[in-house]
């Protein structure tokens, strides 16, 4: 006998505990009984019924309800909270019930991997692209191509079963990032416009602005959606110009930006935010090319002067130019197969590193089938 919280955890109106096993009508009964005369073995399969659960012989009854899927399952659904669920659980286990996950507790009752593996990876998804692919894997997608590409290798078509694995192989880049979000930080001199610029990306005032430089001192995160894309906008401290002569910096302002330049370099994309009063040419050649570079405060250079790179985003959080840009801009350097290969992502994409097991263990099929040469020529 087994049984799960099926309600995520946390407040709610409603909590949902799944029973099942052999025989787990019978066996609930011990800690259930119904309002009104017939019990709960008496009660055909589908039937809800209202009545008191006794967590102890001998203590109060909870009002709740259960539902009798069939004789072998059982739904109770209780206050939401996570007290009256733990309870409940816990009266269960007293009685021998085996406590488990929700996945293990679907993986038990019978669920397709690639199934499970879709309703794990959408309970932490938080952008509705990336929700989006997986629903279609959830929906058979990529189970059909794993199939369709094993009838490829039966009929004796590498060729084509080729193709199909280096497509997957390539959506996989962005399917197996979709649980986590994009990390994106903002970097450079103190005061060129870093936490004013993902405030306007975040639409709300998330980082402090001030006019002092140094205003920020350590990470700050606000994780956002753009352009249907969930990713986290790292605000750093603004680095100084020659950190040993400034007589300003406080070992916290020091700490800090040796953060940053840490911050940068496990991050999926850095933007180098400078004032766009300030450009000079030698601090251009100082950024790697995938960086992204945005030239700040546009509201107040009259002239964008010759020392531009072509690729480079102008902003203004004054006037809102060139931030909307910029959220595209982001997410075509996060997310180029959106550009480049139009349809990868629409199609099938495997999104666990089992998956990609199965995938290496096709190519190695398809090798073997090479190997001995084609059928057809
Ligand atoms: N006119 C104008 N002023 C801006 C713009 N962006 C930022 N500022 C001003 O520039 C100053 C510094 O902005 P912040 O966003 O705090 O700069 P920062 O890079 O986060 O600075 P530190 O945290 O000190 O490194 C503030 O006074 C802002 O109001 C802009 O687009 N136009
Ligand atoms: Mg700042």
């Not at 659904?77 to 816990?90: K, N, P, Q």
């Not at 794993?146 to 199909?164: C, K, M, V």
């Not at 605000?235 to 953060?259: C, K, N, P, W, Y």
């Not at 102008?314 to 982001?330: D, F, K, N, P, R």
């Amino acid at each position: 006998m087994r049984t799960s919280l099926l309600t995520p955890m946390g407040r709610g109106a409603l909590s949902v505990v799944g029973v099942a096993g052999p025989g787990a009508v019978q066996f609930v009964s011990r800690l259930f009984s119904p309002r009104g005369a017939r019990t709960l073995p008496d009660r055909p399969d589908g039937a809800i019924v209202f009545g008191s659960w006794h967590s102890r012989v001998d203590g109060p009854g909870e009002d709740l309800v259960v539902v009798r899927r069939d004789a072998d399952t059982l739904e109770i659904h209780c206050h939401g909270g996570l007290a009256a669920a733990e309870a409940v659980m816990t009266s269960l286990e007293r009685l021998g019930v085996l406590r488990q996950t929700w996945p293990a507790w679907l993986r038990a009752g019978g669920m397709a991997e690639i199934e499970l593996e879709a309703r794990e990876a959408l309970a932490g998804i938080g952008g509705p692209k990336a929700a989006a692919i997986v629903a279609r894997q959830l929906a058979g997608g990529l189970q059909g191509e794993f199939d369709r590409i094993e009838g490829l290798l039966a009929a004796g078509d590498p060729t084509d079963a080729n193709a199909a694995l280096d497509r997957l192989v390539r959506a996989a880049r962005v399917g197996l990032r979709l649980t986590r979000p994009w990390r994106v930080v903002l970097s450079g001199s103190v005061n060129a416009g870093k936490s004013s610029i993902i405030n306007a990306l975040a639409g709300y005032a998330r980082s402090i602005v001030s006019p002092e430089p140094g205003t920020t001192r350590d990470l700050l995160e606000t994780r956002v959606v753009l352009n249907g894309w969930e990713m986290d906008l790292v605000d750093t401290a603004g680095l100084r110009e020659d950190d040993a002569t400034e007589g300003g910096v406080t070992g916290v302002e020091r700490a800090g930006i040796a953060r940053a330049a840490a911050a940068c370099e496990t991050a999926d994309l850095v933007l180098r935010v400078i004032d766009g009063r300030q450009i000079d040419e030698g601090h251009l050649t100082r950024f790697a090319n995938h960086d992204l570079l945005v030239f700040s405060k546009v509201d107040l250079t009259g002239d964008r002067g010759p020392t531009t790179r072509a690729d480079a985003i102008w902003t203004s959080v004054i006037t809102g130019e060139g931030i909307g840009e910029l959220a595209g801009e982001i997410v075509r350097r996060l997310v180029p197969e959106e550009t480049n290969e139009p349809g990868l992502l629409a199609d099938t994409v495997p999104f666990t590193d089992r998956q990609m097991k199965l995938v290496e263990d096709l190519r190695r099929t398809v090798a073997d089938v090479t190997g001995r040469g084609p059928r057809h020529a």
